[in-house]
């Protein structure tokens, strides 16, 4: 009896075994328009039309591992505060996940909108006009990326394979801080540079690798996921919301390998552009683009495929609280709010106002890392700048290591503890939101998740 006992026991417990093994990784792409119509306000200027490229909003849910991963990259200059808060609790809701396995990054372009509810909360509560920071179209868009990924989850496929590949694109970024004997920043090369001597200074210090992560089913591929770091910009301000350089990069390659979705996301190029190669000329954004583009294609096709499995993906995230400066005040920020003409509201200080409130009231920003494999991909805040993303590279050599930047844009520049003390443009008081030492903070956290 005792031994038809435990057979029995055996018979069941192996019967459930092919459920186990039924469970595979499986991949949902979703896509949609984020344009606004003519007449909203975007972070700069008004929307007048609208026949250029439409903004995107497109990503993946990996579903198989666990609870679904979204990751998610948005046509937008920034989304930051509630508002990055509202758009990963909305996504998590459409994937049955929780915010934790949600990543939502802004690729930064500036012909786009702002998205903040909690900057435009502060705006309307002391009877200001909230300007870029009116939320209505950010909702209604964020409505229908949610409705998207929904339904992404009736057609997702399965994953049989993971593609890794890298290459370096040439003459796009370049650093925009440049440097004089003593040190010190004493000039600013910004995204566009006409003065041809700024042209003609040294590169400097740029990440020069587009990485590619690619989901096949079998010999198909699904999903195309790539990383670059630098800003986005060749020239804006057109009234025109397009998804600049990077996009229509995009958009080549979409044309090229139609099967997949492609998603890009920006890296930490807080301190990059393509300055050093564009003088604002409007000609310059297809040539920029064709160059991202024929890096995007050359890593493409150096991609290396190997097998994967749920057991090979993983999500891990660290909160981590980031410093604030001396210089952020509350008293000062609100009598600046009542006290400024109306377009200095662009600048933005609403949003410090809500970041500081924030931030004292113990709020985390979380640091992510998806594992795919042998590959690790890092999702961070702000606008980063390019030396967290080579540290992260240099601390794991034995594995492929990408970075999207520009999550919650609350921080906005986010430099090394050494470059607040060389000046320029992004460690000012007016750019960066956080304190010198916000860099061991992000590199404690990068640390960390690389060696788990």
């Given amino acids: 009896m005792f031994a ?12 459930l075994l092919p459920a186990v093994r039924a469970e595979r990784l499986r991949v949902a792409p979703f896509d949609t328009d984020v344009t606004p119509p003519p007449g909203t306000r975007m972070a700069y200027d008004s929307v007048t039309n609208t026949w250029d490229m439409s903004l995107r ?32 609790a909305a996504l998590a809701q459409a994937a049955g996940t929780t915010v934790q396995r949600v990543t939502v990054h802004a690729l930064h372009q500036h012909d786009a909108p702002d998205c903040d509810f909690g900057a435009e909360a502060i705006l309307k509560n002391e009877g200001l006009d909230a300007l870029n920071f009116e939320g209505t179209f950010q909702r209604e868009a964020l409505q229908r990326l949610a409705a998207a990924v929904r339904a992404s989850l009736a ?3 399965e994953v049989t394979e993971i593609g890794l590949g890298e290459a370096p694109v040439r003459e796009v970024a370049s650093n925009r801080r440049i440097f004089g004997p003593d040190g010190k920043v004493r000039a600013v090369r910004y995204t566009s540079a006409p003065d041809p001597k700024l042209r003609a200074e040294p590169e400097g210090t740029i990440d020069p690798i587009v990485s590619l992560v690619s989901f096949w089913n079998t010999n198909r591929p699904v999903a195309v996921l790539s990383y670059y770091a630098t800003h986005p910009q060749s020239y804006y301000r057109t009234g ?4 600049d350089f990077p996009g229509l990069a995009r958009f080549l390659r979409q044309l090229a390998v139609p099967q997949a979705l ?27 683009a064709e160059r991202l583009a024929d890096g995007m294609k050359r890593a493409w096709d150096a991609t290396k495929r190997s097998p994967i499995s749920v057991a090979d993906v993983a999500w891990r995230a660290e909160g981590v609280a980031l410093p604030l400066p001396k210089h952020l005040d509350e008293a000062k920020l ?39 494999g042998r590959a690790r991909v890092l999702h961070l805040p702000g606008e980063l700048f390019v030396e967290y993303q080579l540290a992260a590279k240099a601390e794991r050599p034995d594995r492929f290591v990408a970075l999207a930047a520009y999550g919650d844009y609350a921080p906005w520049y986010i430099g090394t ?24 903070v992000l590199l404690g956290a990068i640390r960390k998740l690389l060696a788990e």
Wanted: charged share 20%.
């Fill in 334 to 372: 609100v009598a600046e709010l009542k006290g400024r003409s109306a377009p200095f509201l662009t600048r933005g200080e609403a949003s410090r106002l809500a970041w500081l409130r924030r931030s004292q009231a113990g709020h985390k920003i979380e640091v992510g890392c998806l594992t795919l």
């Fill in 262 to 288: 492609h998603v890009h996301f920006n890296g930490a190029g807080g301190n990059l552009g393509a300055g050093k190669y564009n003088d604002g000329s409007p000609e310059n954004r297809r040539v920029l």
């Fill in 4 to 15: 038809r006992v435990v057979a029995f026991a055996l018979w069941a417990s192996l019967s």
């Fill in 155 to 157: 057609g997702a496929q």
């Fill in 240 to 243: 025109l919301p397009n998804p």
């Fill in 417 to 440: 503890e050494r470059a607040y003390s060389e000046g320029g443009y992004e460690t000012e008081p007016r750019s960066s939101n956080v304190a010198p030492e916000v860099e061991g």
């Fill in 57 to 88: 909003a497109r990503g993946v849910v990996l579903l198989g591992a666990g609870e679904p991963i979204v990751l998610c990259a948005v046509d937008w200059i920034g989304i930051a505060n509630e508002g990055h808060d509202a758009f990963r």
